[in-house]
């Protein structure tokens, strides 16, 4: 609790202290998005699955985008009408900032990874009551299982200058309007496919329809890994009850293949051409797990849960996570059972969330009684119940220690060095 008052505290301190000394110049860290002269580095767009974009119809877009923007005096102008203005680069976790003003009756949004959308629009706007502008601006309006609508109303009055910040990390977003924390880390769906968590990097669009919208001050700042791993674990509650696996020096706690893994630059990393399960020498019944892993291209691991001992297979034995470059130029045909995450022929987990291989992904596990659920990088792609899960299993064959009730935590090598560091585990009651 008191790290994400801290967090709070920090992001509205920052919030506050932002230099306006000049317009559309980017505080320490962050980087222009608009310059205050052209368009360059945007293009057009629409509500549109990134997915399924043609080259044909992005270049109509293209087009259509000085029929409707254009600049005045260092702001950015919308007549209301045509695409949205998108920018010409990705993005996963950042910061955003933006100053944006609106016409009596506005009606505008931020898509966050190609993802409507943070709610701009007119609070006085009777006509647009029954969809609920009265609540104000900033919320996830089309979000449907996940709170959509913001805490309370902060907009300035239609003609004045608005202030947002936007952070997103995983799938949370956070929203600072006018020095007030309106939305405060919640799920932004994907609106494309609703049974997936929202993608992993897109673009950020601005989208107005039906009148006049202006911006300026336009600032994004991407968020490293490490830091994002850290966002990710005060969103999660913190560190509170964890207790380290590994001291990063040598592998005192471990039992079973100790000579086929070393510490490599402050991290467990299987030895190439090694096998073997690593385990810990305490046994675990319920618990958390929070760890940072990096693949090698085509890597394959697996986190063992409940195994009764290192010469026993995690994946039949017990229960085998996949820690695996998916990948299909390396796996073609891999089953959706063997993807990164999935319970090892019992449940398969989404795939497309896992970092390009060489940098850290952040994943946290939560194994209770029967119910498995993981979280990489942020996203849910595994929730799992094994109880169901065993009645049908994804390979057809027989999982007998599924149903242990405790075990040894762990890795099982597979002949590539993957790495595993920051290894924290706490026991649920």
Known sequence: MVARLTACLAVLLMFAT?????ENVPPKGFVALFDGKDLKGWKGGSTADPKKITPEQQATWDADVPKHWSVDDGEL???GHGPHLVTDKNYGNFELWVDWKLSPKGDSGIYLR???????????NEEAHQHGSDKGSGGLWNNQKAERWPSEVADKPIGEWNRMYVRMVGDKVTVVLNDKKVVDNVVLENYFDRALPVIPEGTIQLQTHGSETRFKNVFVREIPADEAAKLLSDIGGGE????????GKDLAGWIGATKDYEVVDGAIQAKKGAGGNLLTEKEYDNFVVRLEFKLP???????????????KNPAY?????QVLDD??????????????????????????????VGEWNYQETVVDGDKIVTTLNGHKILDANLT????????????????RPKGHFGFAGHSDPVAFRNVRIKELK
């Open 388 to 403: 169901e899960a065993l009645k049908k299993p994804a390979d057809g064959l027989e999982h007998p220690g599924a149903t």
């Open 240 to 247: 509170e009850g964890f207790v380290e696996l590994f001291n």
């Open 18 to 22: 932002v230099v306006r000394a000049a």
């Open 297 to 311: 291209p085509g890597g394959n691991n697996g986190l063992a849960i409940r195994s009764p001992g290192p010469e």
């Open 114 to 124: 190609d993802t409507p959308q943070v709610q701009l629009w007119d609070p006085t």
């Open 327 to 356: 990948s299909p130029e390396h796996y073609p045909d891999l089953h959706d059972y063997q993807a990164h995450g999935s319970a090892y022929g019992l449940v398969p987990a989404t795939r497309g969330y896992l970092k390009p």
């Open 317 to 321: 034995d017990a229960i085998e996570l």
């Open 77 to 79: 102008v919308s007549d």
